[in-house]
């Protein structure tokens, strides 16, 4: 009899670990997997191979592709990640172990160059980096990728594509954890707020009262002036040089690779407003990054080094007679005004569809050497077109005319 009971007791205890711990979950599993309300494409044959050098070459060691559900990860990356995301991922790599960001939401964050660059040399785009250089991708430098590299990078611009084919869904409506409530409910308000990446461009620019202290002189105290701009040349040197270089002239390490090249800091004059929404936002459209993670008083920092870089005095060349501004104005009225816009905001009404969006010129003022330049060459890279057309005296005015739509913040001294 006892024989009897120990072995029913046996088996029924072997069924019911297999219903609770095989059968339930994956009953469960298959229900939010059904629940997605996105369609979700398979992988392509590019991509499914780059997901293959993904895992040869170990990045998942490094690298999770799972946003996590505590405030910290939905802070940065947007709502946690759920089982539909990754229902084609075989082998699933959401991974336990970080040293480098979680990769689960890295579509469109980053651009093509920059992803290139940063595999050939992570150092040269990220400084202080800890992820190993992947050269042989490469066939010597960065702008020439082997086709391995091109599949990886197809296989990158797949990470959170689910996610944003399904209107960014927030969570499910019940989730039962045994969390903090407290904790929970920061949870569910992150998630109810509306995630934006952030290289897309956004609007909310916080306003940098430091900066316009700092910059407009009088009104700082010498001491947090000179403060501030220590500071902002030290986060220079580890976040900017390696793509602007250490001068700010646009020859850093990883230039080689970029296309459009990065803007030379000390060719132009930038309202403290604009730096602000530059840092903000990035540069849709080409490796600029955001740098809305530095906390506000690193970003005026950086805001009063990167004035600080531009030499050239201001009233070369900007005192134009009226008669050689209203030529320009003619000049620009005819050709630059449908992607700069009437007052040179950057607002004409052909900019919407291009990337990098026209210069702003209202916060943006170009040296005449450098505007010269881009009549000449144009800037590679982005819709800016040369000019060859526009030539002589004309080519002067409309010079002088675009560095006159500068607007001098109030209280500025330089
Ligand atoms: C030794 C650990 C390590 C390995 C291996 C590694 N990485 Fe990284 N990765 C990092 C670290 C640390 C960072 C953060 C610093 C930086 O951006 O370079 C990073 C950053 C990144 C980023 C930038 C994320 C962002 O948007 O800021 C991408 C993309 C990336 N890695 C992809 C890869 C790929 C693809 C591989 C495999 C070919 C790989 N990593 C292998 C450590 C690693
Ligand atoms: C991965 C390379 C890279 C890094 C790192 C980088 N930039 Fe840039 N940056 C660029 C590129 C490329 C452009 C040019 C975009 C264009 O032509 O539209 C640019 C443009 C800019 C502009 C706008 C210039 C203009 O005239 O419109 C500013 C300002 C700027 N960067 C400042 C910074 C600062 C400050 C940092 C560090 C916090 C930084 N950048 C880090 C690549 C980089
Ligand atoms: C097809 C749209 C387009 C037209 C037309 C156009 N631009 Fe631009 N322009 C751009 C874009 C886009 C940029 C931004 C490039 C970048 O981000 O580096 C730009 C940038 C510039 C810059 C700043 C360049 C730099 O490197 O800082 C100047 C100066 C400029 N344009 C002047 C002009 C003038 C003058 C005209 C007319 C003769 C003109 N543009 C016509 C699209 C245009």
């Known amino acids: ?104 939401r890295e579509s469109g964050v980053r651009s093509a160059d920059w992803q290139l660059t940063h595999l050939h040399n992570p150092q040269s785009v990220v400084p202080g980096s800890a992820m190993p250089p992947f050269p042989w991708l490469f066939k010597g430098s960065p702008a020439r990728p082997t086709a391995a590299a091109n599949d990886l990078l197809a296989y990158l ?30 949870i569910e308000s992150l998630c109810a707020a509306p995630f934006v990446n952030p290289s897309q461009a956004n609007s909310d620019i ?41 001068a700010g002239d646009g020859e850093g390490r990883a230039a080689e690779g970029l296309l459009p090249r990065p803007a030379n800091l000390r060719a132009s004059r930038y309202s403290a407003q604009g730096l602000a929404s530059i840092l903000w936002n990035g540069v849709a459209g080409s490796s600029m990054p955001a ?3 530095l906390p506000a008083a690193d970003l005026a920092s950086l805001v009063t080094h990167v004035q600080t870089l531009h ?28 992607c700069h816009g009437v007052n040179g905001d950057g607002h004409g009404p052909a900019a919407m569809a291009l990337l990098p969006r026209p210069a702003d010129l209202t916060h943006k003022q170009p040296d005449a050497s450098l505007v010269q330049r881009v009549l000449n060459e144009g800037v590679p890279g982005t819709s800016m077109p040369p000019w060859p057309g526009v030539s002589g005296a004309d080519r002067q005015a409309v010079a002088a005319f675009v560095r006159s739509l500068y607007i001098m913040p109030a209280g500025a001294t330089k």
Not at 206 to 218: K, L
Not at 311 to 338: E, F, I
């Open 206 to 246: 916080p306003t940098f009262s430091t900066v316009t202290n700092a910059t407009s002189g009088s009104v700082a105290p010498p001491s947090t002036g000179q403060k501030l701009a220590a500071r902002g040349a030290e986060l220079f040197a580890q976040n900017c040089a390696g793509c602007h270089g250490s």
């Open 157 to 186: 611009n797949t990470l959170g594509r689910a996610r944003q084919s399904a209107g960014g869904v927030a969570m499910s409506k019940k989730v039962d954890t045994e969390m903090d409530p407290a904790m929970m409910a920061e």
């Open 311 to 338: 030499t050239q005095p201001v009233d070369a060349g900007v005192l134009a007679s009226t008669a050689t501004l209203a030529r320009g104005a003619t000049v620009y009225a005819a050709n630059c005004v449908n």
């Open 1 to 104: 009899m006892a024989y009897l009971v120990i072995f029913v007791a046996g088996i029924g205890f072997f069924a019911l670990s297999f219903v609770a711990l095989g059968v339930l979950p994956g009953l469960r599993l298959e229900k939010e997997m059904n629940s997605a309300r996105a369609v979700i494409s398979a992988y392509s044959d590019a991509e499914r191979r780059g997901q293959q050098t993904y895992v040869s070459l170990g990045c998942a060691l490094c690298h999770t592709q799972q946003v996590r559900f505590l405030p910290t990860d939905i802070r940065r990356w947007g709502p946690p990640t759920q089982a539909w995301e990754t229902q084609y991922d075989f082998p699933q790599l959401w991974g336990t172990r970080r040293i480098g960001p979680d990769l689960a």
């Open 291 to 293: 740098w809305r993670d």
